[in-house]
Structures are given as C-alpha cells and as structure tokens.
C-alpha cells in the first residue's frame, strides 16, 4: 500500500526526506558497504541540498564515502551543459564538499555524448552496464502532466511504458526539451529495495488528485503506484494535496 507523508510549516519535506535516506542510508551498510542511490533532477536536487548541505544535523550523518550514485534519467547532454541532471546535482551539492568526501557518482559516458546521435542507444546500453544488481533507493519527481524519470503519458512513449527487459531505454522523443534523453524503465523501479517520490507546491495539485483519488493508469506516476505501491512512499507538503480527497498519512 502506498504511503504518503505530508509535511507542513513546521516541518520541512526536505527535513523529512532527508531522515528517511538516513534510515535506507544505515539498513544498506549494515549488509553491504556500499549504499546505492538513484535520484532524479529538477527540484529534487535543491531538496537534496537543503537537506545534507543546508541542514548541518542531517549533513553530519550522511556517509558520503559509501555512497554510490545513479541518475533515474539523464540529458544525453555534455555533462556541464546547463540541461545535464549531472551539471546540476554537481553544482548544488557535490562543490559544496571536500574532495575527500564526495560520493561516487555515475554519469552517461561523455564522449559517446559528443559521437552524435547514432551513439545514443549506445549509451543507454553502457549506462545500464554500470547499475548494480538491485538499487537501494530510488527518488523520483513527479511531472505536472503525471511522468517520472524520463517516462511520459500518451501512445507516443508507450513504447518505454511497456518495456519488460531492459533497465535503461533513449528516450528520443521528449515532450521537454532536451528531446533525447535516457531513462530507467519499470522492471529497474520494480527491482528496486525502495521508491520514494517528491512533489511540493500548488502546481501539483491537479495532478496528485489524478493520481491518488482517480488513480489514472495513463499516468506514469499513478502506474509505478499501482505496480509496486508496496515500496512506495510520497514526501510532498501540505500544498500539493489540497484537492486529494483521500486519507492520506500526515507528519503534523
């Protein structure tokens, strides 16, 4: 059953989010030395950084050493492009720490990037290579129009929807721009020990109440809930879930 967890004023999404990657964070390395995580971008990557930059109690418990980090999705993009989830998580989080104590982080290979377009599935495949048997967690942001990761509603893109082998796909049609991207599928997310989504602010009203009131399978997000609802938790605020008519679990 899916479980959502609201934050209000006095407690921050970020706040709660962040204790929630402490908790996998410890039950990972208390079986294996490595702690693997996969994000997406957007807004995530500035909750990421009020949570274990910003916030110095939460930051003094992250063990950044055993960290191994992927992304959800990527623009197959130069990695210091403006458009790179890379580019982006680099700036906002890993120049803000020591050299001696980042994170091993996961990128697309650069130079397939700059081999031009008949590379592009290329680096979906060697991306794939390089993700372990079983993630730990999973992060993922939630679209106003109800994608995650790189996969979108609509026939179009049903193509990445039904995939049932591959764990990585190009993406070479997004609705957003950049068009070319690549993107987890649903067999990594259904493979994965935890899925936590993050979704904030009035913009997300409409689409959280397709989501977890109609429970609109064209949706990607309301898809992943469907499938695998028994790891999956929403961190969103009290904003975002205005028009949802259900029950949902709240941090007062």
């Known amino acids: ?40 971008g957007g807004s995530l990557i500035n909750v990421l950084r009020a949570a274990f930059i910003e916030d110095k109690t939460l930051a003094s418990k992250v063990d950044w050493h055993q960290w191994n980090i992927f992304f959800v999705d990527e623009r197959i993009v130069p990695l210091d492009n403006p458009d790179s989830n890379f580019g982006a998580f680099k700036k906002a989080v890993l120049d803000s720490l020591p050299e001696n104590k980042r994170p091993t982080v996961y990128t697309i290979d650069e130079q397939l990037v700059k081999d031009g377009k008949d590379s592009y599935p290329l680096i979906a495949m060697e991306y794939e290579k390089i993700l372990p048997e079983k993630l730990d967690l ?83 997000c309301a898809l992943v809930n469907h499938l695998y609802g028994n790891k999956v938790t929403w961190f969103v605020n009290d904003e975002a879930v205005k028009k949802v008519e259900k029950d949902i679990q709240s941090i007062n």
């Open 1 to 40: 059953m899916v479980r959502a967890i609201v934050s209000n004023i006095e407690i921050s999404l970020s706040k709660s989010l962040g204790e929630h990657i402490l908790k996998h964070q410890d039950i990972a390395l208390k079986s294996a030395r490595k702690f693997n995580l996969a994000i997406s």
């Open 138 to 220: 999973v992060i993922l942001g939630c679209g106003p129009d109800g994608h995650t990761c790189s996969l979108f509603p609509g026939e179009s893109h049903r193509y990445l929807l039904d995939e049932k082998a591959k764990k990585v796909m190009w993406c070479q049609d997004s609705p957003k721009p950049p068009s070319d991207r690549i993107t987890v599928t649903l067999p990594l997310l259904g493979n994965s020990n935890e899925i936590f989504f993050v979704a904030e602010g009035s913009s997300k009203q409409d689409i959280m109440h397709e989501i977890f009131d109609k429970e609109n399978l064209e949706l990607p």
